[in-house]
């Protein structure tokens, strides 16, 4: 039987933009409660409000830095203050029903002979520690034997190298492995998990990367047709809704536009 998300918690990191922000929307749609976390609480704030124009039973949302035990820990107190209040449907701290750990991105395009500590730290600190301190902080809220899922959102980067990415692809394979180990730690317990692994997809990601450099972060997508952040967020949704015995352990999803790494098509040169 297909899992339904109406009234069930989701938890979603990085939910100011992109991939994360549609997240919200799609599984308001499904009438979820959402949880919703990032840095910018602006954003999150219009975010909340576009979830529950879209359905969702309740959204909150609160600052989060993942890069950050303190903030991390913070977030979860209040996550389980909200969980455990009175309309939640399964009383008591045990009923996250799904954590999206999609907060992260990639910061620099340099060689590894002329990369900056910050960038390296930052991605690091992102893509890898912060999936670990969001996962080790709300496990404890996830019910066992219940069909609850762990989607980590990944990347191609994770499964090729390319030149400029050094940093970022060791993140995300490290995101891949940490994914694997989790899913070996985890059997017994009914709690699914697994990573979706998008290729190009448009975003606020190059943005970051190119560090406010609008028109080199838009070159990236010139002539050809990427993901959106709505293509991803659908299949969060589908993962989520598979019946509580199937597990989708590693999803790799690039544009038909997209053969590979650095192998894309494009119709029109800018
Ligand atoms: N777009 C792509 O082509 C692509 C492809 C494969 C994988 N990905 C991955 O998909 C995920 C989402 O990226 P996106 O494409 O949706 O890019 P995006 O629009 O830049 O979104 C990134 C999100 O991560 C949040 N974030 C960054 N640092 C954070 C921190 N320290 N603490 C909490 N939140 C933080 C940002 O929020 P704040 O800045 O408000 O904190 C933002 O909400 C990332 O993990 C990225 O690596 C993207």
Not at 163 to 182: D, F, M, N, P, S
Not at 197 to 223: I, N, Q, W
Request: aromatic fraction near 6%; proline fraction near 4%; hydrophobic fraction near 45%.
């Amino acid at each position: 039987m297909k899992m339904l998300l109406k009234d069930k918690w989701v938890l979603i990191t990085g939910a100011s933009s992109g991939f994360g922000a549609a997240a919200a929307r799609a599984f308001g749609v499904e009438g979820a409660k959402l949880l919703l976390g990032a840095r910018r609480v602006d954003r999150l704030e219009k975010v909340a409000a576009e979830a529950r124009k879209a359905g969702a039973a309740e959204a909150y949302f609160h600052k989060l830095d993942v890069t950050n035990t303190p903030s991390v820990k913070a977030f979860i107190v209040w996550a389980k203050s909200k969980i455990q209040n009175p309309g939640c449907q399964t009383p008591g701290p045990t009923c996250l029903h799904v954590l999206i750990n999609n907060a992260g991105g990639a910061h620099g395009q340099d060689s590894v002979a002329e990369g900056k500590d910050a960038d390296w730290e930052t991605m690091l600190q992102t893509n890898v520690l912060g999936v670990l301190r969001v996962t080790r902080a709300a496990l404890p809220l996830m019910p066992h034997d219940a069909g609850a899922s762990i989607i980590n959102i990944g990347s191609v980067a994770g499964h090729t190298a390319y030149e400029g990415g050094a940093v970022y692809c060791a993140a995300k394979a490290g995101e891949l492995q940490i994914t694997r180990a989790l899913r070996l730690e985890l059997l017994g317990t009914g709690i699914r998990v697994g990573t979706v692994d998008p290729g190009l997809a448009e975003t606020e990601f190059s943005l970051v990367r190119f560090k406010g450099d609008a028109a080199g972060a838009k070159e990236v997508y010139a002539g050809t047709h990427p993901l959106t952040a709505e293509d991803i967020a659908e299949i969060l949704v589908w993962i989520a809704r598979r019946p509580s015995h199937v597990n989708i352990d590693e999803l790799i999803v690039k544009p038909v536009d997209q053969a590979a790494v650095g192998k894309v098509f494009r119709r029109t040169k800018t």
